[in-house]
């Protein structure tokens, strides 16, 4: 018996590493395909998939961008033929899904410079460079996008004041916090108190005052493009958020320099908090 659980162990594990092959810190070239002068032929683009997938119909053929593949991990040769990347490029974190069409030489991938490498180079350092810094991992290809949540208000470039609501010695107690969200929000659970970093709302967009307790914003520090969830547990004065130093603030001060000018330039967004039995209808 024991010796079997063991097994399934294992097996489970070795299950759950062929699945999430995955590489961080890779060189991405960029080559030029001429995919869509070569309408997405891989027999015309001359790409050593030809002969694996060259007959697949031009729908399947074109539903991603192309690349190379010449990593370390997971399939090569034509077993990593037609199989799917999910791409990030680590300056700017855009993200996108690339299939393998290619073997290439050096480096982990090469990026079709139209399909693949230019969307997720909007700095234009990849371009300049000759190659990004990506992380990838493998996915599958027929996976039904998770579509984003449905993007609420947001305002750009706004002051996020640091404030100290002792979250943490207050066990997340809305009441002991005397934030102006406990009479609407203090006797929900500790989970879902604790789920989210606490910020001030006072911006210029969305709902406010009560209206807005228990929401959710995107934060996004300008400096860094350190990005967060929060939860709005207050009003505030002045600036655009209050967050909360230590649940908040600190963990998108990713550089330190909020701190000492003591305040943050953020993007915020509205979004969905994720909480089961929450339906949001924006509104402006
Ligand atoms: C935010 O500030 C940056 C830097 O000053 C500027 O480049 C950008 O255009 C501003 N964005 C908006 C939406 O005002």
């Known amino acids: 018996m024991k010796r079997i659980s063991i097994s399934i ?22 080559t ?11 027999k015309a683009a001359h790409v050593y998939c030809a002969a694996v997938d060259g007959d697949k119909p031009l729908e399947w053929r074109s539903k991603y961008g192309w690349t190379g593949y010449c990593a370390s991990v997971g399939p090569h040769g034509e077993e990593a033929c037609g199989l799917c990347l999910s791409v990030t490029n680590t300056e700017t974190g855009e993200k996108e899904t690339v ?4 073997r290439c030489g050096s480096g982990g991938l090469e990026l079709d410079l139209e399909t693949a490498f230019r969307p997720i180079d909007s700095s234009g ?6 190659h990004l810094v990506v992380d990838f991992e493998f996915v599958d290809c027929d996976a039904v996008p998770v579509p984003p949540p449905p993007a609420g208000p947001s305002e750009s470039n706004v002051t996020a004041y640091w404030t100290d609501y002792n979250v943490k010695n207050n066990n997340w107690d809305y009441h002991a916090a005397k934030v102006s969200c406990a009479a609407v929000n203090g006797d929900k659970p500790l989970e879902w ?14 709902p406010q005052g009560k209206d807005a307790c228990g929401l959710c914003l995107k934060v996004t520090n300008t400096a860094t493009n350190a990005e967060e969830i929060v939860r709005i547990v207050d009003a505030c004065g002045s600036g655009g958020l209050e967050l909360d130093l230590e649940t908040a603030f600190r963990p998108i001060d990713t550089d330190g320099k909020g701190y000492p000018q003591g305040h943050l330039t ?19």
Do not use: H, M, P
């Open 9 to 30: 162990v294992l097996l489970a594990c070795l299950v759950a590493s062929a699945a999430a092959q995955s590489a961080s810190g890779v060189t991405a070239y960029w």
């Open 32 to 42: 030029d395909y001429d995919v869509k002068t070569n309408n997405w032929d891989y």
């Open 99 to 102: 299939r393998i069409v290619d």
């Open 125 to 130: 350092n990849g371009e300049a460079q000759g």
């Open 193 to 206: 108190r604790s789920k989210y970093g606490w910020t001030g709302f006072c911006g210029n967009v969305g």
């Open 266 to 284: 953020v993007d915020y967004e509205f979004v969905d908090c994720g909480d089961s039995s929450q339906v949001l209808v924006y509104s402006q």
